[in-house]
């Protein structure tokens, strides 16, 4: 490994509308190296990422590529630098051939316009075969698995001399075997002298992949080590960087009665066998990689999607399985993972995305009752301290905070029994953060039964009063008191195969 | 200050270059604003705007009804025919039982199937069109006592000076309106046009509210239809065609967003006057009918375009 | 056992992926059958040169609906262009002579596609509401144009043109076959071809890849706006008039065409093969169920019945697909 930076970032500057993304940020890929890029989600790793694949323009700082300053203005141009970014999705077109997709946008013709498919065929299957992949350049893309598909992604990096290639949390979809073919694949690349930035969340790959780490926090880079000589205890200090204690209220109250029973939840392809029980006034969190099935396993029991077996108890009275309207009206509230695609109409105001899932409740005979309407949304507008000009301000010019107080705000007025909350936090700066961290320890003082989603481990930990692990579908671990550490909790998800499920 | 100009002239220029287009013909064609002129536009524009209404409650939810011409002429027939059968009476309630069905045949397959709208709606047009053939035996059906009926109220007579097609446009436009705006209804529609998969985890059946607002636009039809056939007191087997594409063409140059979530009942009211009195301008300015074909093409890209470019962020593609 | 082998499980096999692909050629294939046996008069070669023929003309447009909706848009216009053309090359011919009137026909084509491609293009305007108001005016060029009556032409030699025969097949159906091989090498072999695949598959990928996205929908639409004057023309050589109201409702038509073959309003997939399926499939229906004597309705019907099925078994075996 040479210690020859091939791709130096300083000084970088990013900044949204209220949120600073990155700032100040600096470090360097050498040739030949993986280098990590590990913080927690909103630390700035995405925007980052997308800063060096030319999809963001920074505000400051400066990038140089083999020395030279560059500029990266457009995907492309980073292709043609030498910068290629794997993304989460995946950048193919499903209808075209593997060497098509290879070489997406340079394909070989001649001046009429015709390609030149002997070429452009010999020239995948060479990309392919150095990297070892088991399948032929006229596959149609679409029917290759995922793993197979991203391998056509990195087969760019062959195609174009990538000298750069960023993975973005590459496994979040793979099994284990795809999983070490791609470290193999990674492996290769690096012997090619290839600086490969690596962005993930899970710790054992980082530590078994990786040469270097950086970790990011709220947009700042706290420090850049060698793998070999630390571990993922310091790590995951350096990337929370304040001790949990200070940062999160728990509410110490007694539990009342179970509001939700859930026995042997099924729902085919995404998860299966889950059973639990959450009491009032007590903060159930859920703790899982990407893919889990977290958010399936929530959706079900809202009634979103529709269950294959398993039996509901509510407030001690077995129910049918729900429709989400039905789920509201019994009193569940859902706050989804996506704020932009499922919590919120973009295009509506504040009141009305507050009063949606109720609509009923601010009507007579079907008339809606807009003074009603306008007296919860100053309530929750107070409340929650949102900022927003009117009723009406088209919720998609509001900051991601303001946003997603308005998703707590439409389920908060309705009054009700469980609240879940599926990773209610992600992608909002750091003030709204910590309001809501606040609010969902006063939700649970008032009784509510509460579940919180998080694939973020402070989190997680600082909220709960109690925390089911949950890997690949299942319920793999349940941990209360003193057992609530981060070591039991990456042990149950990784591990789960020898380790089944406790309930 | 030249931005605000700016930004007014995109926001309001469709009316500000419809308003220079009354004053220009107003100048050339003296009867052109004369009371009597105006209420025969907005009777003109009755039958298409009755339709337009309820087609903006789809076009709300993100969905098209293009099935729409071929209904008005189904129901045209159906109602001009029961007159002569049942009389009266029943026959508009059969009109609109029809147009209620056919209305949830559309809304079955788009809403609660998820079939594609445009092509469910184009297969409706087609076979629509042949029920029209299979019900008339393909000859054209009158009405026989034409001179006689009560029928002929609702296209052919006044009320205190204002033809009744023209109320009932009115009142289908205040109560469509209302519901649009101010129902539990109306915001359902909003919300599944602007985002379907947040209206379900919100607890709203999307599936039924594109399934009722197809039944909405069924049943103006319906309402259009009776209105047709009061005033031809007949219907030939293509009095409906083409109307699909006016009313959209309406709904479109109102504003009303074919990617759903944004419209209102009276920017179709608006968009569809607005043919009304371009078509009839032309006219008195002494152009032939099909003059108006191109001008409203002209119109309708402009008016989107400048709509556009009042949104606009930045626009892949 | 892991989720993702669940999925996986559930991948379709050879059989229902041929199927996916090429279920309009069991379409077809039924219809024929159908026919064969319930009429004397299908099955022969005078008839079936006549399908051909009757195809050729929704066919040469499907062509250029095909090129758009794979790119992810569609053209409402076609049956108006292909008036135009149609009235163009008739009209023009006393005054500049024939060929030239036809040229003249053909590039009033292209330029009313290049138009609506820019249009798309440039404004970002959804392509139903462009081709919509070009469906409206262009039809208004037409009447401007012959001024509500039929032209004629005066010359009946124009009409002898397209009579030339291959056996049972005219000049018109060949014309059309060679159409539509032609494009099907353009969507598979060039590199214009391939990425109108790839923008309406994935514009995203596409944007990023550096492909010129608003020029594929100009060549899309311009190649399209073409076509349907080139069918435009061959209609006004078959009949030798031009009706002001020629075309009408044909772009409703060809897109049941088109969806019937299989190609995807989504945009992304298909090809000619599809769409020579669905224009052959239309054309039998629409001959077989004539020679039926069935009343005119019951084609009206059938193709709307058929059209709906062909989207909900679309559905059903799409529902299948991975990776998408």
Redesign the interface.
């Known amino acids: 490994m040479s210690t020859d930076p091939i791709l130096t970032v300083s000084g970088i500057t990013k900044t949204f509308p209220g949120v600073t993304a990155l700032d100040n940020v600096s470090f360097d890929i050498r040739r030949g190296e993986v280098h990590a890029l590990v913080g927690e989600n909103g630390a700035g790793k995405s925007t980052l990422m997308k800063v060096l694949a030319g999809l963001h323009q920074p505000d400051g700082g400066q990038i140089l590529h083999r020395g030279q300053p560059v500029s990266v203005q457009?995907?492309?141009e980073a292709?043609q630098m030498g910068i290629l970014l794997i993304h989460q999705e995946l950048?193919?077109?499903?209808?075209?051939s593997v060497a098509?997709n290879i070489y997406?946008?340079?394909?070989p013709?001649n001046a009429?316009?015709?390609?030149n498919?002997r070429k452009l065929r010999r020239d995948a299957r060479a990309a392919l075969e150095a990297l070892g992949c088991g399948f032929g350049p006229d596959r149609r893309?679409?029917?290759?698995?995922?793993a197979m598909?991203q391998m056509v992604e990195i087969a760019r990096s062959q195609a174009f001399s990538a000298d750069v290639v960023i993975f973005d949390e590459p496994t979040a979809?793979?099994?284990?075997t795809e999983k070490d073919q791609l470290f193999a694949t990674i492996r290769e690349l690096r012997g090619q002298g290839v600086g490969i930035v690596y962005i993930s969340h899970k710790m054992d790959e980082i530590f078994e992949l990786t040469d270097r780490i950086t970790v990011l926090r709220d947009g700042t880079v706290q420090g850049t080590v060698t793998t070999a000589d630390t571990d993922s205890t310091a790590i995951t200090r350096m990337m929370i960087g304040r001790t949990l204690e200070a940062y999160f209220h728990k509410a110490e109250i007694a539990f009342g009665a179970e509001t939700l029973r859930v026995e042997g939840l099924g729902l085919?392809?995404?998860?299966d066998d889950v059973s639990f029980a959450v009491r009032q006034g007590e903060v159930l969190g859920l703790y899982g990689l990407v893919?889990a099935?977290r958010s399936e396993m929530v959706e079900t029991i809202f009634g979103v999607r529709r269950a294959d077996r398993g039996r509901l108890i509510w407030q001690g009275r077995e129910i049918p399985l729900p429709t989400p309207r039905q789920a509201i009206d019994l009193g569940m509230a859902l706050v989804p993972e996506s704020r932009k695609e499922q919590g919120l109409v973009l295009m509506m105001g504040g009141l009305d995305n507050t009063t949606l899932p109720h609509l009923s409740s601010y009507a007579t005979a079907t008339v809606m009752d807009r003074g009603r309407e306008m007296q919860v949304f100053d309530r929750y507008r107070k409340a929650l301290a949102i900022k927003t000009t009117g009723p009406d301000q088209p919720v998609s010019t509001l900051s991601g905070g303001n946003q997603q107080k308005f998703v707590l705000a439409k389920w908060l007025c309705a009054d009700p029994r469980l609240i879940i909350l599926d990773e209610p936090t992600r992608g909002i700066d750091v003030g709204s953060k910590s309001a809501i961290h606040e609010l969902i320890a006063e939700l649970a003082g008032r009784g509510l039964a509460v579940i919180v989603i998080s694939s973020e481990m402070p989190e997680v930990l600082g909220v709960s009063h109690r925390i089911l692990a949950m890997a690949?579908?299942r319920l793999v671990g349940e941990f209360e008191g003193d057992a609530m550490t981060e070591e039991n909790l990456i042990d149950a998800v990784s591990h789960h195969l020898a380790n089944p499920a406790a309930q | 200050m030249t931005t605000d100009i700016g930004a007014l002239l995109r926001r309001h220029g469709l009316l500000l270059g419809f308003g220079v287009f009354l004053l220009g013909v107003a100048l050339s064609a003296d009867a052109f604003l004369s009371p009597g002129n105006i209420l025969d536009v907005l009777r003109q524009v009755s039958i298409t705007g009755v339709m337009a209404v309820g087609v903006t409650f789809v076009v709300i939810t993100g969905r098209?009804d293009l099935s729409i011409g071929s209904m008005l002429t189904l129901l045209t027939v159906i109602v001009v025919d029961q007159h002569n059968s049942v009389g009266p009476l029943l026959a508009i309630l059969i009109t609109l039982g029809a147009g209620v069905l056919i209305g949830a045949v559309n809304g079955a397959?788009v809403g609660l199937?998820?079939?594609?709208a445009?092509?469910?709606t184009?297969?409706?047009?087609?076979?629509?069109?042949?029920?029209?053939?299979?019900y008339s035996g393909?000859s054209n059906v009158n009405v026989e006592n034409a001179q006689t009926t009560w029928f002929a109220v609702f296209g052919r007579k006044s009320l205190l000076g204002i033809p009744v097609p023209v109320l009932i446009f009115l009142v289908t436009a205040i109560i469509g309106a209302f519901v649009l705006n101010r129902t539990v209804f109306g915001r359902q529609v909003f919300a599944t046009g602007g985002n379907g998969t947040a209206s379900r985890f919100s607890g709203i059946a999307t599936p039924w509210v594109v399934f009722w607002s197809y039944v909405i636009s069924g049943l103006t039809t319906a309402i259009a239809a009776i209105i047709m056939g009061s005033r031809v007191m007949g219907a030939q087997n293509t009095i409906g065609?083409g109307y699909e594409?006016t009313v959209?063409?309406g709904v479109?140059l109102g504003g009303t967003s074919?990617?759903g979530g944004a419209g209102s009942v009276w920017r179709t009211v608006l968009g569809i006057t607005m043919l009304g009195f371009i078509q009839n301008g032309l006219l008195l300015l002494g152009f032939?009918y099909?003059?108006?074909?191109?001008?409203?093409?002209?119109v309708?890209?402009a008016a989107?375009?400048i709509d556009?470019g009042a949104k606009?962020g930045r626009?892949?593609? | 056992m892991?989720?993702?082998?669940?999925?996986?499980a559930?991948a379709p096999g050879a059989p229902t992926?041929w199927l996916m692909r090429n279920h309009i050629w069991v379409f077809l294939a039924l219809t024929f059958a159908v026919f064969s046996l319930s009429s004397p008069y299908f099955l022969t070669m005078n008839n079936l040169g006549n399908v051909l023929t009757q195809a050729a003309f929704i066919g040469i447009l499907a062509i250029g609906m095909t090129l758009v909706m794979i790119n992810g848009e569609?053209d409402l216009s076609v049956g108006a262009v292909l008036a135009l053309a149609s009235a163009l090359a008739i009209g023009l011919q006393d005054h500049i002579g024939v060929w030239p009137a036809v040229m003249v026909g053909f590039l009033s084509g292209a330029a009313l596609g290049f138009l609506n491609g820019t249009?798309v293009?440039l404004?970002?305007?959804?392509s139903?509401?462009?081709t919509?108001?070009?469906?409206?005016?262009?039809?208004?060029?037409v009447?401007?144009y012959t001024?509500?009556d039929a032209l004629m032409v005066t010359d009946f030699s124009y009409t002898e043109y397209p009579e030339i025969y291959l056996g049972p097949v005219s000049l018109t159906a060949m014309i059309f076959f060679a159409l539509a091989l032609l494009f099907q090498w353009v969507l598979t072999?060039?590199?214009?071809g391939?990425?109108t695949?790839?923008?309406g598959?994935?514009?995203?990928?596409?944007?990023?890849?550096?492909?010129n996205?608003?020029r594929h929908?100009i060549i899309n639409f311009t190649l399209c706006g073409a076509l349907a004057a080139i069918a435009g023309i061959l209609l006004s050589m078959r009949l030798g008039t031009a009706e002001p109201n020629a075309g009408k409702?044909w772009e409703?038509w060809t897109?049941?065409a088109v969806?019937l073959g299989g190609t995807r309003?989504q945009g992304?997939?298909g090809s000619l093969w599809m769409t020579i399926g669905g224009v052959l499939t239309l054309a039998v229906l629409r001959n077989g169920l004539r020679l039926l004597n069935t009343?005119?309705?019951?084609?009206?019907?059938?193709?709307?019945?058929v059209?709906?099925l062909a989207?909900?078994i679309d559905?059903l075996l799409s529902r299948h697909?991975?990776?998408?």
Do not use: C
């Open positions: 457009s995907p492309l292709r950048s193919l077109s499903p209808e075209l098509e997406l946008g340079a394909w013709t009429l316009g015709v390609l498919k893309v679409g029917t290759l698995s995922v598909q979809s793979l099994t284990d085919d392809g995404q998860f893919g099935g690949e579908g | 098209l397959l199937v998820g079939l594609n445009l092509i469910v184009l297969a409706m047009l087609s076979f629509l069109q042949g029920l029209v053939l299979f393909g065609q594409l959209l063409a479109i074919l990617l032939p099909y003059v108006q074909w191109l001008v409203t093409w002209a309708i890209i989107v375009w556009l606009r626009i892949l593609a | 892991s989720v993702r082998t669940v999925v996986r559930k992926r569609i249009l293009a404004s970002g305007m959804h139903f509401i462009v919509l108001g070009g469906l409206i005016g262009i039809r208004g060029l009447f401007i001024g509500e072999s060039t590199r214009h391939r990425e695949y790839a923008v598959d994935n514009l995203q990928a596409a944007h990023d890849a550096g492909i996205i608003k929908k409702v409703l897109i049941i969806v309003l992304g997939y009343p005119n309705y019951v084609e009206l019907m059938v193709m709307g019945a059209l709906i989207l909900a559905k697909e991975v990776g998408r």
